[in-house]
């Protein structure tokens, strides 16, 4: 069974760093790419970054290049993103999710597994 579970969310100040973790247990970590997305009140669920499955490709969306890193590690199956110049446009339920292919991609609907969310709160 597979198990996807992200931690690391909370409440930060505006100008804060957060680093999110996702673990993955029951797949082949390194056979899929992997990818972080966020969902605000009210709107729809959007792509933040992605990488490939072994690294050497990743994806940031506009509003976060230069202030989000992702990365990963295989041998311990985990994700991660790390956070810098957090803004309060930045809150969010955070969710991390895999693709059965090499390449990543911006767009939910090709990700096989999600966890369950991470909670993301900047405070102006």
């Known amino acids: 069974q597979v198990q996807v579970v992200e931690s690391g969310g909370g409440l930060v100040q505006a100008g804060g760093s957060l680093r999110l973790s996702c673990t993955a247990s029951?797949?082949?970590?390194?056979?899929?790419?992997m990818g972080w997305f966020r969902q605000a009140p009210g709107k729809e669920r959007e792509g933040v970054s992605c990488?490939?499955?072994?690294?050497?490709?990743?994806y940031y969306e506009d509003s976060v290049k230069g202030r989000f890193t992702i990365s990963r590690d295989n041998a311990k199956n985990t994700l991660y993103l790390q956070m810098n110049s957090l803004k309060p446009e930045d809150t969010a339920m955070y969710y991390c999710?895999?693709?059965?292919?090499?390449?990543?991609?911006?767009?939910?609907?090709?990700?096989?597994?999600w966890g369950q969310g991470t909670q993301v709160t900047v405070s102006s």
């Open positions: 999710a895999a693709r059965s292919f090499s390449l990543c991609s911006g767009s939910p609907s090709s990700y096989k597994y």
């Open positions: 029951g797949l082949s970590f390194d056979v899929y790419a």
């Open positions: 990488i490939s499955r072994y690294g050497g490709s990743t």
